[in-house]
């Protein structure tokens, strides 16, 4: 706070929030002040919106649509086979080094075995291998899995499954060049190395990375993407 004398703070607009200004106040002494809006805020959110990515398996049970507070993917998958759906972003460096992050409000309501995650995607091979959180029926954890298409299951990876996630609301992919780590997040400042693993085998040269909702059992989902960031 800039000011420990401030005795009235005015109505603050969303607007006033994003930018992180300082608001005028008036101190108890009756002189003028400033308040630092800053630490409301929270980080700074990049939104996303649907036509930022690029659709890889549209099938007819997932829905896309822009709100204002981010990109809404649902789903309705009770004639749906076991499919995920990935939207994803060009890598800055094929095959090179990145982070992706998220920050994610989910609904997963279901028969157990359905998830969302981060991947990474060979566009010329269409293998996929994907880290993220899987709902066994029981709880929530972080599950890895391959696919040598969006729409063929390879193989489980590890599976932390009786690691209770569902609290966290940001996730982070990140890459060195040759292992993928799974981080996760309660504000998207301080996080918590979940999982890893090499890729370069089954996937040597993903040049995309993507945000994954699986539907794999009859259910239904609702998950808002409220940021996106890559480098």
Not at 78 to 99: C, E, H, N, S, V
Request: hydrophobic share 45%; glycine share 10%; proline share 4%.
């Amino acid at each position: 706070m800039a000011d420990s004398k401030i005795s009235a703070l005015p109505p603050l607009g969303p607007a006033a929030l994003l930018t992180g200004d300082k608001v005028p106040v008036a101190r108890a002494d009756g002189s003028n002040g400033a308040f630092d809006i800053s630490m409301l805020a929270g980080k700074a959110l990049a939104i996303p919106k649907v036509a930022d990515f690029t659709r890889i398996d549209a099938q007819a049970a997932y829905t896309l649509s822009n709100a204002l507070a981010g990109l809404k993917i649902s789903a309705n998958a009770a004639t749906q086979a076991d499919r995920p759906m990935l939207i994803a972003k060009a890598l800055p460096t094929p095959g090179g080094a990145f982070t992706a992050e998220v920050k994610y409000k989910a609904v997963m309501f279901n028969r157990s075995f359905n998830g969302i995650g981060l991947a990474i995607r060979d566009s010329a091979t269409g293998r996929v291998h994907y880290l993220g959180l899987n709902n066994n029926g029981t709880n929530v954890g972080p599950l890895i899995q391959t696919w040598t298409t969006i729409a063929t299951w390879a193989a489980n990876g590890t599976s932390l499954a009786g690691l209770f996630c569902i609290d966290a609301e940001w996730m982070r992919l990140r890459s060195d060049g040759t292992t993928l780590f799974l981080e996760l997040s309660a504000d998207g400042e301080d996080w918590v190395a979940v999982t890893s693993v090499g890729y370069k085998s089954f996937c040597a040269n993903p040049d995309q990375v993507g945000f994954v909702v699986h539907q794999q059992s009859a259910g239904q989902a609702s998950v808002l993407l409220q940021h996106w960031a890559l480098s």
